[in-house]
């Protein structure tokens, strides 16, 4: 295989096979761009009677696996499509992806049952082993990318885009045009670099994720534990109230945020345990504004559950912010969405919490992920400019000015936005110093 202009294919200890810069990419840069390899639809193909077949035997051992998240209907796509294809296609399709997981992970027990199951019962499917039908389960689950064509949508294995390594403060950003996988450089990369990208991140909320979550959700989905950068460092998004000086400035300082870890105070140094600090509180409100979030992204939520997940994140706003601080997350995720509904009464007040949040944001989340931080502080502009806090919106635009490019921001319109406030912005600045 031979890796695309301005990357090589190197395997390391800790990451495994993962794709190296050869140049330098500066922030914007196209890196990689492909269309899938192999792709099989979400909904389940009628083409044959064997998709259905395989779709009856998944389905019941799924039963027995509810937390596994993988539609029946693309395992019985893939393993129907599999018998057709020829014997090199599937060699490459087993063999040039990673497969990798322990046998005790979820996803092992549940493809190996599978793979039994199938092997068994389908005529079709028993010139396979069932070593290599786990595999190829193992490897759409993995490495699959979604997405959606003319209305329908599909999961497709990429061999570049799925040899990039993973991080929770990536060095490129991914953006989908249909079956076409651009991925572009979010941070300057120099050559030699190992390229990352996020497997994770797909809505905003995922962006402001503690490490725990984020390791979670990677080890259940992508069966690995996360030792990025971040994921090794103090937990910055749960810097937590000093339960001695009070300031908002104690953060979990053991990279392996277990049970036991200790918690420093950066303001007065003093030393905590997980016991001394408010870490149910801070379980509960978590819990409280996933739930919460989740209602506002199914669309059109009904005017009940929309009054019931404002009122979760009014609550979760006033504890996290008096119990925990300003600066942990859970004090700050709640506020566009309480701006939101100020602005219809109180647009000022709207505004102050906006901008608080935005420069929440440029601590908690520009570092790491400068496109969305960017998406959050236009979004803030309909409050902030032509209000008390103008000023410090504008000083905010300015930071956002190396992103501000369609390539990250993937929207004409947002690219529009964007530089209308830039200009402004920076007219303002050239005005104060005039
Ligand atoms: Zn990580
Ligand atoms: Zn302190």
Not at 125 to 135: D, Y
Not at 326 to 344: D, G, Q, T
Not at 367 to 390: D, Q, T, W
């Amino acid at each position: 295989m031979t890796a695309p202009s301005g990357l090589q294919l190197e395997v390391f200890p800790d990451v495994g096979r993962a794709l190296v810069a050869t140049r330098d990419f500066a922030i914007g840069d196209l890196i990689l761009s492909e269309t899938p390899f192999f792709q099989v639809p979400t909904t389940l193909l009628q083409k044959s009677a064997l998709n259905k077949q395989l779709a009856d035997v998944i389905a019941k051992v799924a039963e027995e696996f509810p937390d596994t998240g993988v539609p029946v209907s693309v395992q019985a796509n893939l393993l129907a499509d599999y018998v057709a294809l020829s014997s090199r296609k599937r060699d490459e399709l087993v063999n040039s992806f990673a497969s990798d997981t322990t046998e005790d992970h979820i996803l092992a027990r549940f493809t190996s049952k599978v793979a039994s199951a199938v092997h068994e019962s389908i005529t079709e499917l028993q010139s396979f082993s069932t070593n290599e039908l786990q595999k190829l389960l193992l490897v759409m689950i993995i490495n699959a990318a979604e997405y959606v064509q003319r209305n329908e949508s599909f999961v497709g294995l990429y061999k570049w885009g799925s040899k990039l390594a993973h991080s929770c403060s990536p060095k490129s950003v991914l953006m989908i045009t249909e079956k076409q996988m651009s991925h572009y450089a979010l941070q300057p990369i120099k050559a030699g670099d190992i390229v990352t990208t996020n497997y994770i991140i797909r809505d905003d909320i995922r962006a402001c994720w503690t490490t725990p979550l984020r390791r979670r959700k990677l080890l259940d989905t992508k069966s690995f534990l996360c030792k990025c950068e971040r994921c090794t460092a103090p937990d910055l998004n749960r810097t937590t109230k000093c339960p001695k000086c009070s300031q908002p400035t104690a953060t979990p300082s053991d990279p392996n945020h277990t049970q036991t870890e200790t918690w420093t105070c950066s303001n007065c140094s003093s030393i905590f345990t997980t016991d001394e600090m408010p870490t149910r509180m801070e379980q509960q409100l978590q819990t409280s504004v996933i739930e919460a979030t989740a209602v506002f992204d199914t669309g059109l939520p009904t005017p009940q559950s929309f009054q019931k997940a404002m009122a979760k994140m009014d609550v979760v706003h006033k504890m996290a912010t008096t119990v925990l601080g300003s600066e942990h997350w859970l004090s700050n995720w709640p506020k566009p969405f309480i701006a939101n509904k100020l602005s219809r009464t109180d647009m000022e007040a709207a505004a102050r919490l906006m901008i608080e949040w935005v420069e929440w944001s440029e601590r908690g989340i520009l570092p790491f992920y400068p496109n969305i931080h960017v998406r959050h502080v236009l979004s803030s502009g309909k409050y902030c400019a032509k209000s008390m806090v103008e000023d410090r919106f504008y000083g905010a635009v300015v930071k956002c000015r190396p992103w501000c490019k369609a390539e990250l921001l993937g929207h004409p319109q947002m690219v529009a936005i964007a530089f209308a406030a830039l200009k402004e912005a920076e007219r303002k600045a050239f005005g104060e110093k005039a």
